[in-house]
């Protein structure tokens, strides 16, 4: 990965409830080292019987003389109902100027199939709160605008597409920026190959901005989902047969930047990969 100072390293990662919080940390943090400068992170979750992962991940970050900060949206929930987004970034290369912080439209009933789904895969089978993160910063002496966003794995593409049009519009109350970076777990299901969901995305948003990872295929396998509390016949049926669905599920989509460099990066502790990019502006 280059270090050209005038080039921003991003990356956005799904962190999979905070529920291996040792390994995540020891994930960011190597990255860190190489270079990265700031994190767009989902499913991030604080529980009361254990540190939260990111008092504990700004701890060991700043402990080479470095200053990281970090700012983010959760639940009241000490629990996975709490899970929500957080930026992390090095005070040294970007500097905060403002935040925003949103709820996203929730859909409060699962259809059947969506609620079988969970339970046999050990999930609480309930709708969640979707929440993002919006940071406005200065970084070589211009404005930037960075958020962390995750959308919904229920009711399908319309439902996805409402909660993505509602936080675009949130983002218009904000004062006006030129250069937008909005990353984060898209949730999107494109089973059958059509790029359905991608078309929608791509309209959505609108022309100015790019997938910064457009040649990554996929960021998410059914094969390394966490099966710890999954039906036995979930376990053997997945991990015995070797039953992989590939999903890109997480987007780094840039306005106002050419994208020199995007990778996924192989890392255990989620069932999503880090996505790093490396970006330039106009």
């Known amino acids: 990965m280059s270090l050209d100072p005038a080039r921003l390293r991003i990356v956005t990662y799904n962190i999979l409830f905070s529920r291996n919080a040792s390994q995540i940390i020891q994930n960011l943090v190597k990255l860190a080292r190489a270079g990265v400068d700031v994190f767009c992170l989902q499913e991030v979750t604080h529980f009361d019987d254990r540190p939260f992962i990111i008092d504990e991940l700004l701890t060991q970050l700043n402990s080479n003389g470095e200053t990281w900060a970090a700012t983010g949206h959760l639940g ?162 997945i991990r015995v047969l070797h039953i992989h669905i590939q999903r890109k599920l997480d987007y780094l989509w840039v306005k106002g930047w050419s994208v020199k460099h995007c990778e996924k990066v192989q890392a255990t502790g989620s069932d999503h990969s880090p996505l790093v990019a490396e970006l330039e502006l106009l």
């Open 76 to 237: 009241e929930e000490r629990t996975r109902l709490g899970m929500g987004t957080y930026l992390v970034w090095n005070t040294a290369r970007l500097q905060l100027t403002s935040e925003a912080k949103f709820e996203l439209p929730k859909r409060e009933k699962l259809h059947f199939h969506e609620w079988l789904f969970a339970k046999v895969m050990g999930g609480a089978g309930v709708s969640y709160q979707r929440r993002s993160t919006t940071g406005q910063f200065t970084f070589q002496g211009q404005p930037i605008r960075i958020s962390s966003l995750h959308l919904d794995h229920i009711g399908g593409i319309p439902n996805r597409q409402n909660q993505l049009k509602f936080f675009l519009k949130q983002l218009d109350t904000l004062p006006a920026c030129s250069t937008d970076i909005i990353a984060g777990d898209f949730n999107s299901f494109d089973l059958l190959k059509t790029k359905q969901e991608l078309k929608a995305i791509t309209a959505t948003l609108g022309p100015q901005f790019i997938d910064a990872a457009a040649q990554i295929p996929w960021t998410g396998d059914l094969y390394d989902v966490d099966l710890s509390t999954a039906w036995p016949i979930t376990k053997f049926a």
